[in-house]
C-alpha cells in the first residue's frame, strides 16, 4: 500500500501564488508516476499535472500551462506543484495521486489509471 499526504494549501487573492506538496510512504517503490488532480464541489475530478517517475517527463492540462510547474524529490518520493498567478477557477480540492504501474505519455492524464490517492489540501482564490 502507498500513503500519501498533500499540505500546503490555503487562501490566496486572484495572482497570487501557492506550493503544495505531497509526501508519499509505504510500498513506494511500486511508484511509476505521481499526478495532480482537481475537484470542486459538484464537479468531476481533473487532471492537472503529473510526472512520471522513470524519465521525468512532465504534462499538464491546458488550463494550468504556463502557470503552474510540478517537480519531484526522488529521494523523499515526494511531488510539489507550484501554482503561480493563481484565478478564481482555480479553487478547488487538490489531490495527488500515484499510477503503481508505467504509464505511456498518452495515459498521465487519465485518473482511472491511478491507484492510491491522498486525502486532499482546500485551495481557494479570492477574486
Known amino acids: 500500500q502507498v500513503q500519501l499526504v498533500e499540505s500546503g494549501g490555503g487562501l490566496v487573492q486572484a495572482g497570487g501564488s501557492l506550493r503544495l506538496s505531497c509526501a508519499g510512504s509505504?510500498?513506494?517503490?511500486?511508484?511509476?508516476?505521481m499526478g495532480w488532480f482537481r475537484q470542486a464541489p459538484g464537479t468531476e475530478r481533473e487532471f492537472v499535472a503529473a510526472?512520471?517517475?522513470?524519465?521525468?517527463?512532465?504534462y499538464y492540462a491546458d488550463s494550468v500551462k504556463g502557470r503552474f510547474t510540478i517537480s519531484r524529490d526522488n529521494a523523499k518520493n515526494t511531488v510539489y506543484l507550484q501554482m503561480n498567478s493563481l484565478k478564481p477557477e482555480d479553487t478547488a480540492v487538490y489531490t495527488c495521486?500515484?499510477?503503481?504501474?508505467?504509464?505511456?505519455?498518452?495515459?498521465?492524464?487519465?485518473?482511472?489509471?491511478?491507484?492510491?490517492w491522498g486525502q486532499g489540501t482546500q485551495v481557494t482564490v479570492s477574486s
Open positions: 495521486a500515484v499510477a503503481p504501474g508505467f504509464l505511456f505519455i498518452r495515459n498521465l492524464a487519465n485518473r482511472s489509471k491511478y491507484d492510491y
Open positions: 509505504g510500498r513506494t517503490l511500486s511508484t511509476y508516476a
Open positions: 510526472i512520471r517517475w522513470t524519465d521525468g517527463y512532465i
